[in-house]
């Protein structure tokens, strides 16, 4: 016994020492580099400290309104110049570089790029990953485009956009993780993980940038760029949370935003720069603008100049100047004039420096822009079925009447009907990186590679995706009436969603809606898929289609996970990151609204109560719904305690089954109410949810456990805290179908 105790004690020490030997080593190699920023500073000039919070985009791909400047690539040869964007590619980053190492001092530059979902794999688009709530596959997909961007010469992408967005006008719903806080967090922190790998300095990490600081995603009537206002709490309690995960997993750097929020600007605001991310969060990476964001302090009415835009940015925490040109052409001048300091200049660009040696860039600046390995990584067929994996995972069963789907490979005849039926450009996306002929997976050839020889394909187009002509419904009619049953393929091309897509009416595009009519009319079976980069409406198709698949974008093997899922190689598990509205009217709508005066009591504001007269008050489809093809019961409910203090904690248990005949995952939701306290809260929040994988007929216990952290919330002098009181427990598989409820009391 004495033997074994020694060598477990000795196994304590060593693992002790190990950790603390890491932590050590973590702690001198950032003295190391803390000592060699100080020390090259010492060495520039001022031109050459204000050129490394300069980006210049390349002219190849402009990401925003494009200012011409012929001169760029002579300022990277003078040191003028910090960072470039658009620049991807071994070969291009490298001779690009090659500029930069011409300058006095050889300050590698660093390649940004919107590597959004997928690098040259396509992944689906953010909003359609974030509907799998499947964090490891989430870091996954993120882990595989950081990996092929860091191949290919990219040092830096500029996601996860964690903005969360409770209204689908606005066309960048797409690029987040959707309406909930608590959700959003968890999938920042997973591209943030997925994005940097095992950190900085690793030949496959790039750099991370959370954006867009912050709040970007509550613009007014959901138009775009649109100005922000809110009181402390939402912001606090709503918009930030997000930011904080991906700052905690060590996300390298921020992007602030075009908005301005409660009248300050992102990119001029302190309060959000300086007093939250580098004061009280301690961020010690840098923040870019957003592109222009500098000098469009103009047209906001918040400066005089682009000089004086370029001053209230710096001043205010932005440290690099996307695409403003105010930098480069003014800051020496407010030095002089005193409106800047030196030492504001130092720290940001400290920070910066700091950023390009943890990237080992000054040790080897062509590192990453090697041609072998960017041909060795790129496109290959693990990194393919990575994409099909969380493509499948991210499709939600929206409906199944008389259990239509799966569908039978060995079917007749099926018809692949419709505008994206066969559209392979449309499953890219709107922020993918474009690829000369790339080939996408469309629905047609998934359906195609799935079924069997003795099944025949049917195809036809039955109308555009937004033309009103109807002179093709004919021929889809009499298509339909060939076959056992019709796919219909409906929604948005890829460029009618992100950003500058804000659109006042998200009913689906054209004639769309005609041709499901008209199908349907033929007495067939009919199988919806929508595929869209924002919630889409289509009231009758969900009253009158056989069943519906949302697919939004599901990028490079789009149509092989449709194919997954209508036949029943995968049984759909998906869950709406993000609430699908009935109608424009309603919008902002969300789960997690408040209980009101008068709450309404049948879905309606009849009878004095807060509500529509003339439309429910509830979404079409819930936060957190998702249908699969199986049926999962959840019984049960019990709590190790029925009363806490604030620092105890509740274990909660239920049985979960698997009551249908089909294997599946069922994501089961917990979600809380404070019924009572000093200020209103909402009627319920997600503070827990997991992924259960049931074969038929399988019973599995699931446990989770409520904790402070869980109770609190900020108070009317916005202090983060509990108080005590009464708390509803409900655990359902959708926000809006909530199956076991109980309640506890929080002690003082
Ligand atoms: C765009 C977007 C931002 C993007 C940047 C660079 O305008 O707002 O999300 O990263 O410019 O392309």
């Not at 790029?113 to 040259?120: N, W």
């Not at 019924?675 to 009627?683: H, I, M």
């Amino acid at each position: 016994m004495k033997r074994r105790t020694l060598f477990i004690l000795s196994l304590v020490h060593l693992t002790l020492m190990l950790s603390v030997q890491k932590k050590t080593t973590r702690v001198k190699s950032a003295d190391a580099i803390d000592l060699k920023v100080k020390t090259l500073l010492a060495k520039m000039t001022l031109d050459e400290k204000i050129g490394q919070l300069n980006q210049y985009t390349s002219d190849r791909l402009a990401t925003g309104p494009l200012t011409p400047n012929s001169s760029k690539f002579n300022e990277i040869k003078t040191g003028r110049v910090g960072a470039m964007l658009n620049v991807k590619g071994a070969k291009e980053t490298r001779m690009v570089q090659e500029l930069a190492m011409r300058s006095r001092l050889k300050i590698p530059l660093l390649f940004g790029l919107d590597v959004i979902h997928g690098y040259r794999v396509t992944f689906p688009v953010p909003l359609a990953e974030a509907a799998s709530w499947d964090l490891d596959l989430i870091e996954k997909s993120a882990r595989i485009a950081g990996k092929e961007a860091a191949a290919a010469g990219v040092h830096w992408t500029f996601a996860p956009m964690v903005d969360i967005a409770r209204d689908p006008r606005w066309g960048r719903v797409m690029e987040g993780a959707g309406e909930d806080p608590y959700l959003g967090s968890l999938i920042a922190g997973a591209r943030v993980r997925g994005f940097q790998g095992k950190g900085l300095g690793n030949l496959d990490a790039i750099m991370a940038c959370v954006k867009h600081f912050a709040a970007y995603g509550a613009a007014i009537g959901g138009r775009d760029y649109n100005t922000t206002d809110m009181s402390d709490r939402t912001l606090w309690e709503v918009y930030l949370p997000p930011f904080k995960a991906a700052l905690d997993a060590g996300a390298a750097t921020f992007m602030n935003g075009f908005n301005d929020l409660n009248g300050v600007p992102a990119t001029g605001n302190s309060y959000l720069q300086r007093d939250i991310l580098k004061g009280k969060w301690a961020f010690n990476g840098f923040v870019v603008s957003d592109w222009g964001s500098i000098g469009e302090m103009v047209n906001h009415g918040f400066a005089t100049d682009n000089k004086q835009a370029g001053m209230l940015a710096i001043n205010a925490g932005n440290d690099m100047d996307m695409e403003s040109h105010s930098y480069n052409a003014n800051l020496a001048q407010l030095v002089k004039e005193k409106k800047v300091s030196v030492a504001t200049i130092d720290e940001a660009v400290k920070r910066v420096l700091r950023k390009k040696f943890e990237m080992g860039l000054f040790d080897a600046p062509y590192r990453f822009s090697n041609e072998e390995r960017e041909k060795n990584t790129l496109n290959s067929p693990e990194n393919r079925a990575a994409a099909r994996d969380i493509a499948k995972h991210s499709i939600v069963l929206l409906k199944n009447d008389n259990q239509l789907l799966p569908l039978s490979k060995t079917l007749k005849t099926i018809a692949v009907i419709g505008p994206l039926a066969k559209s392979n450009i449309d499953m890219m996306g709107f922020w993918s990186v474009k690829w000369e002929n790339d080939h996408l997976i469309s629905l047609y050839e998934g359906i195609e590679n799935k079924v069997g020889k003795t099944t025949k394909l049917l195809y036809a187009q039955g109308c555009d995706v937004t033309d009103t002509s109807k002179v093709n419904f004919s021929e889809a009619i009499a298509t339909a009436m060939q076959a056992d049953v019709v796919v219909v393929a409906v929604g948005e091309h890829f460029d009618m969603t992100g950003e500058a897509k804000s659109k006042a009416n998200i009913h689906l595009p054209g004639v769309q809606e005609d041709l499901i009519r008209a199908i349907k009319a033929t007495g067939k079976p009919v199988v919806v898929l929508t595929m869209s980069g924002r919630p889409l409406i289509f009231n009758w198709t969900a009253d009158h289609a056989d069943a519906i698949l949302q697919t939004w974008w599901l990028g490079s093997e789009a149509g092989n996970a449709m194919a997954d899922v209508l036949f029943g190689d995968y049984n759909p598990s998906g869950k709406l990151p993000i609430s699908f509205p009935r109608s424009e009217g309603q919008i902002p709508v969300y789960y997690n609204y408040k209980n009101t005066g008068r709450p309404s009591a049948n879905d309606y504001g009849t009878g004095y109560k807060s509500g529509y007269t003339d439309l429910q008050n509830s979404p079409r489809y819930a936060f957190g719904y998702g249908l699969s093809y199986s049926e999962f019961e959840l019984s049960g409910l019990t709590l190790d305690k029925t009363s806490i203090k604030p620092n105890e904690t509740i274990k909660i248990t239920c049985t979960l089954k698997n009551t249908g005949k089909y294997a599946g995952e069922e994501t089961v939701q917990l979600y809380l109410r404070d019924e009572t306290g000093s200020v209103t809260r909402p009627v319920k929040e997600l503070k827990g949810f997991k992924k259960v994988y049931l074969k038929s007929g399988e019973t599995k216990m699931v446990n989770f456990v409520i904790n402070k952290e869980m109770l609190s919330f900020y108070d009317q002098k916005m202090n983060w805290t509990t108080e005590p009181g009464t708390f509803d427990i409900m655990i359902g598989n959708s926000s809006d179908h909530i199956v076991l409820n109980s309640k506890f009391e929080l002690l003082q």
